[in-house]
């Protein structure tokens, strides 16, 4: 671009700046408490809105004109709701698992008062010396925010907070280099896309930047159809800004004209705030015609997808969008060279788009200074499962997974074992407790045959049965398989059955290695992405835990106790307390009696396994047990 | 166009540049199993898996319908990495296929029997686990039968009815395992924008779609 229009586009962009800053200035210097709510969807789910109706009411009473913001997820899903208070003096608070009476307190002692209500304290923003600070948790040593940064400290709705908070100025620093230069910046950053694979993002880029074809398009894809993952609605919903900034980046730097933000129609908020987000970014001409005054047009459109898991494949999704049925189809060509209407089109994560303004902001070193060897940067994971910490954690890439589980995710609960943890969903594998010191990056993960996927991670403990898990995800993969292939659309089948053979104690000892052909050839065999990942699942838990599988088909014993056709429950009738009948009346099927002792026994016969004596007896008499297999059960 | 010149197992061929290996090798006598493609569609739907090769300098098998060729191009039909996903394909395919030749139309000319010779391996293959579904036949059609219970989904009169006669009276519905070929919500074949040209018919590879007076032997009889 010309000199002129250079500085014709940095001066536009500071006249945005300083009114965005000045905006988010007011805020805090006006002397008034500013209460911050997270409304993502994990918050609204443990009930935000609610707390958040509770306050602007108690403020109302007390005729309180203090500003009352909606923020994102800040990660720490496990304590939602949360709150944030900042007043002067204090450092910023957040307060966990607030409801409604909490709320109407916070506002009461502490927005108006002058008792900082400690009992509720989660952390403080920033350290001091009134309230140990998040940066003292020991999980703060792990973490490493990059684009979960913004995530539930601002208003994802407002543009001005994202501008105040720095946003928009790696575009206009961008629009002042050559695009080859940025592919070049991007290659040296290591950065690789997030979306599973793993492929370098610079190498992506330069391929589309070189393609012919007129107009090209840049995609987001945020169809994330894993089960368990929610780390891609978590930055839609919390700071849809950066994506768009790293998506004009992008569309800037292999020449597209128009964008695409793919996100499932399941993520309604996530839908909102990315209208909301593009509508005023169009307002200011970050979007547009002629962004800034230059001579660079990029507009984006938000696209709903149905969510299928299929849909998240790149070329089902370029189907999808031209409004055909989303189906895979062969590559090459690949999308960067021949994509949406046959047109040259640039793929990448939610999360890759918004790691690119970093990169060009602070630098290409600097981001590759981050994390090991072969994958730079940090990594995102939702941590589900048998884990203290359910929530959102960026770490960097190398960290181990011990690290995640143990000193982030605080471990597992209730004093149970860790078993495994699946990561990388459906198309990820399990890996035992000896993989716990691997670090979690692109190449270590998949050389112990799981993937980096998407960035779910499920923790397992000792009552889970790994067959059970296999069985599970495939059940997962095989019900969104799209059926064009014969490999994904028979082979997952068979499989399927094969394990479903095997928990129900149906199964043959040549089942193992039928298993494990299958799943070779699946993978060797299918047309996509799906089909080839989708065996990943039952080959680690073949490989980490045959001996369960074995355990299965030749005793017919279920290690865990979980596989319900291999278990029996039964009353200990030393442990049984007779004047007790908690038991008997809670059982659906009146499948227990009790004897001339007044023991209570379980009539095996009418037994349905519910399990719900299990729970029903009370915790210092602990007499209902589970055994496998079921002949355990003493005549 | 230019000539180009490659090795088929162990045979010499010259073919057009940017033409897909397995027409090559049909074209020159050599057979490769295949079922979904069709020469004139130039975008494969590479979704039967039976086509795999083995190219010299490549890993992995690959799918001849896709497989553009190149000069100098060294290729083995019969290699054993190849012939595994092949015969696993075939015999998936066949775990969740009606077989039964003597009461078929086909019989004789079907190309599942002449792919189950080529593999060497039987067409009621005992190695899965038989999962079949049992769908209604479709007899509405004046001239064809259609039986879903033989389809193998290979997708070519899909292709065909759209794409080379641009009437687009079926198509595939439903997702996975329940994949189907059917018309427009699954009305009655004489019910469905058909025009009963029976175009379908004459590429279904096997017993799938039958002309009403191709009779069975024993029905002959
Ligand atoms: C079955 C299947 C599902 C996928 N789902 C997603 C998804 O939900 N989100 C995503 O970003 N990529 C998904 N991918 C990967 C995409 O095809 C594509 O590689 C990715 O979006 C490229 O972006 P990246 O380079 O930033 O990773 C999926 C792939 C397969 C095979
Ligand atoms: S002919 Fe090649 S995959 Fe079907």
């Known amino acids: 671009m010309k000199v002129a229009e250079l500085s014709a586009i940095t001066s536009a962009f500071q006249e945005i700046k300083n009114r965005a800053e000045l905006r988010w200035q007011t805020l805090y210097d006006s002397g008034k408490p500013v209460i911050m709510v997270g409304t993502a969807t994990c918050g609204r789910a443990a009930g935000a809105l609610e707390v958040l109706k509770a306050i602007r009411d108690e403020l109302k009473r007390q005729n309180l004109d203090f500003p009352v913001i909606e923020v994102g997820c800040l990660g720490h899903c496990y304590a939602e709701p949360l ?51 998040f940066s003292d948790f020991p999980r703060a040593k792990y973490e490493k925010k990059v684009i979960l940064k ?135 001409n970050l979007l547009g015609k002629n962004i ?31 409004g055909k049925p989303g189906i895979p189809y062969y590559r090459p060509p690949y999308p960067a060279v021949k994509g949406l209407y046959g047109k040259p089109t640039l793929f990448n994560n939610v999360k890759t788009f918004a790691y690119v303004r970093h990169i060009i902001n602070d630098g290409a070193e600097c981001f590759a200074s981050i994390g090991d060897e072969r994958s730079k940067g940090t990594a995102v994971f939702a941590l589900a499962g048998k884990v203290v910490n359910t929530g959102l954690a960026e770490v960097p890439m190398g960290t181990t997974l011990r690290q995640v589980i143990f000193d982030v995710g605080s471990g597992i609960p209730g004093g149970k074992h860790f078993k495994a943890v699946q990561i990388g969903g459906p198309s990820g594998g399990c890996l035992p407790e000896s993989a716990l010191d691997l670090p979690i990056d692109f190449d270590s993960l998949s050389d112990a045959g799981a993937m980096m996927g998407s960035g779910g991670m499920v923790v397992l403990d000792e009552d889970d049965c790994m067959v059970e898990i296999a069985r599970y995800f495939l059940e997962f993969t095989q019900s969104e398989s799209c059926g064009k292939c014969t490999f ?126 299990l729970d029903a007896c009370p915790p210092q008499y602990n007499a209902v047990i589970k055994l496998s297999p079921p002949s355990e059960v003493p005549s | 166009m230019k000539t180009i010149s490659l090795t088929i197992d162990g045979k010499r061929i010259s073919a057009n540049e940017g033409e897909k290996l397995l027409w090559v090798a049909l074209g020159n006598g050599i057979y490769i199993p295949n079922l979904c493609g069709l020469q004139d569609n130039s975008q494969p739907p590479a979704a039967c898996r039976l086509c795999f090769v083995e190219v010299e300098g490549k890993e992995k098998p690959v799918t001849a319908c896709t497989e553009t060729v190149t000069d100098g191009m060294v290729i083995d039909t019969r290699g054993g990495k190849a012939l595994r996903l092949a015969r696993t394909a075939f015999e998936l395919l066949m775990s969740s296929q009606q077989v039964d030749c003597a009461h078929c139309a086909k019989n004789g000319s079907c190309e599942l029997q002449q792919i189950a010779h080529h593999l060497n391996i039987k067409l009621k293959s005992n190695r899965f686990r038989r999962i079949l579904r049992e769908l209604p036949i479709d007899d509405s059609s004046s001239v064809f039968t259609y039986d879903p219970n033989k389809c193998v989904l290979c997708g070519r009169c899909v292709w065909v009815c759209r794409e080379r006669l641009g009437i687009g009276a079926i198509g595939f519905a439903y997702r996975g395992f329940q994949r189907v070929v059917t018309t427009f919500a699954g009305e009655a074949f004489a019910d469905s924008k058909c025009q009963e040209c029976g175009e379908c018919v004459r590429v279904c590879p096997c017993g799938a779609l039958v002309f009403k007076n191709d009779k069975t032997e024993e029905e002959q009889t």
């Not at chain 1, 450092?91 to 009476?101: H, M, Q």
């Not at chain 1, 109407?104 to 927005?111: A, I, P, T």
Request: charged letters at 25%.
């Open chain 1, 83 to 133: 709150v944030i208070i900042s007043k002067p003096e204090y450092p910023p608070i957040c307060y966990g698992r607030v409801n409604p009476v909490i709320a109407e307190r916070l506002v009461k002692e502490f927005v108006i008062g002058d008792n900082p209500c400690l009992e509720f304290v989660l952390g403080a923003l920033e350290e001091n010396d009134l309230v140990p600070s």
């Open chain 1, 292 to 322: 800034l005054g230059s001579d660079f047009s990029f507009d984006i459109r938000l696209f709903q997808g149905s969510g299928a898991f299929v849909c998240g494949e790149e070329t089902a999704l370029i189907a999808s969008l031209e």
């Open chain 1, 488 to 613: 994904c659309r028979l082979g997952t089948k068979q499989m399927l059955e094969i394990l479903n053979d095997i928990t129900q104690g149906r199964g043959r000892i040549d089942d193992i290695d039928m298993l494990s052909q299958l799943a070779e050839d699946v993978i060797a065999g299918s047309l996509c992405g799906l089909g080839k990942t989708a065996p990943n699942p039952v080959l680690t838990t073949l490989r980490y835990f045959r001996d369960e599988y074995e355990a299965h088909i030749k005793e017919g014993r279920c290690p865990a106790l979980m596989c319900r056709d291999l278990i029996a429950y039964y009353i200990i009738p030393e442990k049984c307390e007779r004047s007790c009948d908690a038991c008997v009346g809670t059982c659906t099927v009146e499948a227990i009696t009790t004897n001339k002792k007044r023991i209570k026994v379980i009539d095996q016969e009418k037994c349905v396994k519910c399990g719900t004596c």
């Open chain 1, 150 to 284: 913004n995530c539930g400290q601002i208003d994802p709705k407002e543009i001005d907070h994202y501008i105040a908070k720095g946003g928009y100025s790696s575009l206009v620093k961008a629009l002042h280099i050559p695009p080859e230069q940025i592919i070049e910046e991007l290659k040296r950053s290591g950065l690789r896309g997030r979306g599973g694979a793993g492929f370098p993002t610079g190498r992506k880029w330069e391929v589309c930047c070189r393609a012919v074809g007129e107009p090209k398009y840049v995609i987001c894809n945020g169809d994330e159809g894993d089960p368990g993952a929610f780390m891609d609605r978590v930055v839609l919903e919390s700071d849809p800004h950066s994506i768009i900034e790293g998506m004009i980046i992008a569309g800037y730097t292999v020449g597209a004209r128009y964008g695409y933000i793919y996100v499932r129609a399941e993520y309604p908020l996530a839908v909102e705030h990315v209208q909301i987000a593009l509508r005023q970014a169009r307002r200011l």
